[in-house]
Structure formats: C-alpha cells, structure tokens
C-alpha cells in the first residue's frame, strides 16, 4: 500500500472494498465462463480503461481539492473535436504529439474558464461546471460543427495502430496493448508525483481538508484552485484526443453523459465530495470496478438493462458506507 | 434583508423585484424581435403548455436547495413513476375502455406514481439525513439507480398507447386555463404557505441558513431533510405524469435537458443554492423569464444546442449577480474565506 499510513485502518478502506468487489466480480465470472479470465480479457479491459481512466484521474484531483467537475465530458469533447478540426485544416499530416499537445492546451484554456469562476467568482463548483458542461457543449455543436468526422488525419489513425503488445493465446484469441496504455500511465505518475511529491500537492489536499486553514498557513488558494481546473482540462483534452484517434472518429455527441460512471469510479475509490480525501490507487481500482461492470455485467448472469441500477447502487454504496462511518465516528467525539 | 421570509424588504429593493424586470425585459425584447408571432394566443397557450413541467421540478429543486443540498434525481424520479404509472395504464386500462373506468384507471396511475415518488423521495432523504451522504451524491446515485429501474421496466423502449382521458392531464383546458398550469400554481402555491406560513416552512429556512444554530434549537433534523425529500420527490412524480400524458408515452431518458433547467430556474429564481433563502415568487418569475426566452428563440430559428449554450451562460452569469451583486444574498458559509 502505496498510501496506507495506518495498517489498522487497511480493512475498513475503500480501496480494500473495492478490490474485493473486484476479486468477486472476477471469481463469478470465472466460474460462470472459464474464458473470462484471459490475457485478452485483461487487455480489453486496460483497452477499456485508458480514457476513463485518464478522465478519473482529473475528477479525482478536483474532489480532493473539496470541489466537483461534472464538466470535464464537454472539455474532452470539444478539445477532440477542435484539435481535429485544426489539424485538418491547418495542416494534415501534423504529427500526433502536436495534435495531442493541441487538444491539451485547448482543454486547459477551458479548464481555465471553469477555475476563473471557481477560484475568483467563487461559485459553487457543482453550479459552475453544469452550466460550463452546456456551455462547452451547446458552443462546440452550434459553432464549431455538428458533423462527424471519420476522415482523421493520417497520424492519428498511425497513433491508433500502435501497440506496445500484441499476440495470440494458446486459445487463438487476439490481444494487444495500445500506445494509450503509456498516456495513461504518464498521467498516473505525473499526478502521483504532484499530489505526493509536491508543495503544490500538499496545496490541494490543504484546501480539500480545509479551506481557511489552507489560507492561514500561507496556501495560495486561488490560484492552487484555479490550477487544479486547468490541469484536469489538459487532462480531459488528452483523454478526447485518444478517444478520437483509438475510435478513428471525431464525434462530437459522444463522451457527453459519461462523467456519471467516471465520477462513480472516483467516489467507489475512496474520494470524498467534502474534499481532503482520495488516492490514485483507489481511483483505478474504481475505474476497473465500473468498466467491469460496463462491459461484463452479463457474464455473471445480471442483464445490461440493470446496468444504471448497478452503478447507482455501487455509488450509493461506495459513498454511503464511509459517510456513515464518518456519521458514527462524529457522533462518538459529541 | 437576511431576516427571512417574514420580514419582506421593501418591494423595489427585493431580489424578486430585479427577477420581475428581467421578466418584463425578456418579454419585451421578444415581443420586439418577433412581434406577430410572439404576442400571437396561439403562442401564449402553446407558453402555458409548456413550462409547468420543468416548473414543478424547479419548486422540487427549490424546497431541496433551501436546506443547502440539491437533488439532481429530480428527472429520474419523473421517469420512474411516469413509467410506472403508464405501465399500469397500458395493462390493465385498454384505449377502449368506458370513460367512467379509465378516469377510474387513471387515479390508480397517479397515487401509484405519487407513491413511487415519495418513496424515491424517502431514499434520497435517509442517504442524507440518516447515512450522512452529501446530497449531491446522495441524488447523483439514487437518480441513476431510478433511471435504472425505469430502462429494467421498460428495456428502454417508450411505453405508449392510453386511454383518452391519460391527454386530459396535459393537454386539457379547464375554464380556459391549461391544466398543467394549474397543477403548477397549485404545487407553487401549496409549497409557498409550507414555506411562509408553517413551522417546516421555518425550520427549513432556519437550517439552510444555519445548519448549527437549528440543531441548537432542538430542531428534529433528520425528520425535516426527510420531509424535504419526500416533498421534493412527490413534486417529481407530478411533473413525470404532466410529461407523460403531453408526450402520451414515457419513457427512461424522457426530459434529460430538465435537471440543469430546473437548477437553473431556481438559482434564476433567487433560490441561494447554500440553503437558507428563496421564494417561490422568484422562481415563478424566473420560469416565465425562461419560458419567454426559449419561445422566443425558438421563434428566431436558435437551435437546441444554441439553447444549451444560453441557458448555461445564463446560470453563471446570474450566479455571478447573485453573489456578488447583492451582498445580502452571500452565503453564510462562503463569507469565512473573505
């Protein structure tokens, strides 16, 4: 346990939750169809992974600062759509570090509008990112373009047929492991290093526990906060662009209604909405709780169309029990 | 100008009072860029038609927001009992039935989707008052779940085929005026005395404004929030089965643009999102403002996603007025950081 500062306190985790969950969930799907657990399983699990992963890693950013994104949809969208839009005009064979670099800066110039309202109007964060989420959205489909694009430019399509991994089971199915992988886990060191490593990281979690407290010590809160929003914007563009190139579509309706199941996973792994809580660990073992129950639910005999009521209820359950516990704990201290 | 809903300000200084000008002005500039079409009957009764659905899911917004939470399964609720109460109309009231056996049907429909709303309504309290979950996520969850049951009814497909008597709720004139309408000035009407005239009402105001403060004041909490949601999801179901009967079918994903519409309207409405104040006038004025501009843009040919693009710019644009254009209506708790 990367972050487990208290043994004793390793039962009672999320993370530990969740990973037993995990465990379950793969062991009935285990039982219920041997073929389940499989190198291809897992490589289309990671597949499966990479952009909501990535989307997590942001939202989870933001929670532990004590505020929410339910904005970061819209971004990763318009950031995609645009950056394709550029590339294609400007310059079509643009290499793809130079359309990913375009779609990161496009998502952090709106993850800045986001942070300006936060961190210096001091809206609520909720209140903000909802009306930036239609803002993003209702701007990208009325200005930009409604249509969808599968002509991408070539490098994008080569960025797509990249694999770190590929090769075929002794059962003959096909798996392979995508350059994406590598994004994602470029994103997960860069976020550990600066919530661990960092004066800047310890800023946030100052102002996820407190607010005031953060202010009096000499943290700068506006622009921490306004920081954090910039950095889930980049992280939202990087997480459109790979969805666009991996889909080889540039759609600018999709994405949009996704950031419940990615809030869902942030929340499963242990982040509270009170802020000051949440670690990486957790926030993958959410997201590979919820892709898990997107893509195998039927494997262990539960049908797609409960799906919604799935993820509810693990959401319910992901947040009920620590806020009840946090209930009881007060409670006991009067 | 904090003292609550008791001692009102003088009229022209009262937060309402910019929201009736805006009113007035959205009116106005529509009736200008579209004068035939706007000012037409046709237009006003097509008006009255359309916003007492997501009117009654802002009073829902409203009564939740005022004891600084939010419920953001407002549409999921609707969906739920719509489709509930259809499901029981399409099995067992055949379109061919008498009327005296349809309306009978119908009731049946409505108490059920009542029932199931003040029953989400009561989840979503217990998540708050007795597990302690903040109430966005509290809502957040329970909305996805009551979506959920919905598509698990239904496979996701559209519930369709009622009696005659399902389109009277909807699309019916009573003495001229459209029943929507009425159902909504009566909910409006019903949650300003329980603001204003009761002791919930008090209570409510009270812990929005001071969550410690109404603990300190032996206020039963926990039995209030759940009073809150229960109210809130009951308003949820009503608007569910106006959007039912006036689409004559429902469905899972019926009115998704709703829920930033009714946070919208009520923020529009003056409604202070960390609890403690709002007016049900406020929201009115705020629903007529949006209706009036929907219409209106509707009529100069803006589409849906232009919409979207207003409405969101509107939400911050008015949180930005109300929180720092009137410093009587800055939050109690956002005051620490100044």
Redo the contacts between chains.
């Keep these: 346990m990367l972050t487990g500062l208290l043994p004793k306190g390793f039962w009672t985790r999320n993370e530990t939750l969740v990973a037993g969950v995990i465990l379950a969930f793969c062991l009935m799907a285990t039982l219920s169809d041997p073929l389940f657990f499989t190198v291809t399983t897992l490589s289309d699990l990671l597949r499966a992974s990479i952009v909501i992963g990535i989307l997590a890693i942001g939202a989870m950013v933001v929670l532990i600062s004590g505020g ?1 994104d339910v904005s970061f949809t819209a971004v990763a969208v318009f950031a995609m759509y645009v950056a394709t839009r550029i590339a294609l005009a400007v310059w079509p064979d643009m290499p793809w570090p130079m359309i990913f670099a375009l779609a990161m800066f496009v998502g952090a110039g709106l993850g800045a509008i986001n942070g300006l ?1 936060i961190a210096f ?4 964060t ?3 990112t ?6 993003f ?6 200005f930009v373009g ?1 249509q969808r694009i599968s002509d991408l430019p070539p490098e994008m399509r080569d960025f797509s047929r990249g694999v770190l991994a590929r090769g075929t089971t002794e059962a003959g199915s096909f798996y392979s492991i995508p350059w994406s992988a590598l994004a994602l886990l470029a994103v997960i060191v860069l976020t550990w290093f600066m919530l661990k490593k960092t004066m800047l990281g310890r800023s946030i979690y100052a102002i996820g526990g407190s ?2 407290s953060a ?1 009096r010590i000499g943290i700068n ?1 506006q622009w921490t906060q306004f920081f954090i929003y910039v950095y889930v914007g980049a992280l939202a563009g990087l997480a459109g662009i790979i969805h666009g190139s991996v889909g080889r579509m540039a759609d600018p309706f999709s994405l949009v209604g996704l950031e ?1 199941s990615v ?2 996973a942030v ?1 499963l792994g242990g982040a509270r ?2 802020g000051g809580y949440g670690t990486i660990t957790g926030t993958l073992l959410g997201v590979v709780l919820i892709v898990l129950v997107q893509t195998n639910l039927i494997v262990i005999g539960i ?1 797609t ?12 359950l992901g ?2 029990v620590p ?2 516990r ?2 009881r704990a007060a409670a006991r201290a009067g | 100008m904090s003292g609550g809903p008791h001692r009102a300000p003088g009229f022209t200084e009262a937060p309402e009072f910019k929201l009736l000008i805006i009113a007035v002005a959205v009116f106005a500039l529509m009736a200008v860029l579209a004068p035939d079409r706007f000012l037409s009957a046709q237009n006003m009764t097509s008006m009255a038609f359309q916003f007492p659905e997501f009117a009654i899911l802002a009073l829902a917004m409203t009564i939740t927001m005022m004891t600084g939470g ?1 419920d953001l399964s407002v549409v999921g609720v609707a969906n739920f009992s719509a489709v509930t109460g259809a499901l029981i109309l399409t099995t067992f009231a055949d379109p061919g039935l008498g009327t005296g056996d349809s309306l009978m049907w119908l009731s049946i429909a409505l108490l059920a989707s009542l029932a199931i709303g003040a029953v989400c309504g009561l989840a979503n309290g217990t ?1 708050v008052a007795h ?4 109430p ?3 809502t ?10 919905a ?2 009814m239904t ?2 497909s559209a519930v369709m085929g009622f009696p005659n008597v399902v389109a009277w709720l909807g699309n019916e004139q009573l003495f001229g005026v459209p029943v929507p309408l009425i159902l909504f000035a009566v909910l409006a009407l019903l949650l300003h005395v329980l603001l204003t005239r009761t002791a919930f009402g008090l209570r409510v105001t009270m812990y929005g404004a001071n969550p410690l403060a109404a603990l300190y004041a032996a206020v039963d909490i926990n039995r209030m929030i759940l009073k809150v949601y229960v109210i809130a999801g009951m308003f949820s179901s009503v608007a569910g089965m106006v959007i039912m009967s006036r689409a004559n079918s429902a469905k899972a994903d019926y009115g998704s643009s709703y829920l ?1 519409l009714a ?2 309207i009520a ?1 529009l409405g003056g409604v202070n ?2 609890g403690g104040y709002g007016r049900v006038i406020g929201v009115i004025l705020a629903v007529l403002s949006m209706q009036f501009l929907s219409s209106g843009l509707n009529m100069l040919q803006v ?1 849906n ?9 509107l ?2 644009f008015v ?2 007025i109300n ?2 254009g009137l410093p009587g209506l800055k939050s109690l708790k ?1 005051t ?2 100044k």
């Design positions: 929410i309202f109007f001091k809206l609520p909720l209140i903000v909802l009306g930036t989420l239609s803002v959205r209702g701007f990208l489909l009325t409604s607010q005031e202010r809160v419940l809030l869902a929340v909405l009170i049908p169309i409960w799906q919604s009521v799935t993820i509810g209820l693990l959401i319910l947040t009920g806020a009840y946090a209930k | 939010i998540l597990f302690g979950l903040p966005i996520l509290a957040l969850g329970s909305g996805l779940v009551f979506t959920g049951f598509i698990a496979g996701g930033l946070v919208l923020v999102p960390y589409s996603f232009a919409r979207e693009l207003i409405w969101g710019a939400l911050i949180m930005i929180t720092h956002a620490p950081s």
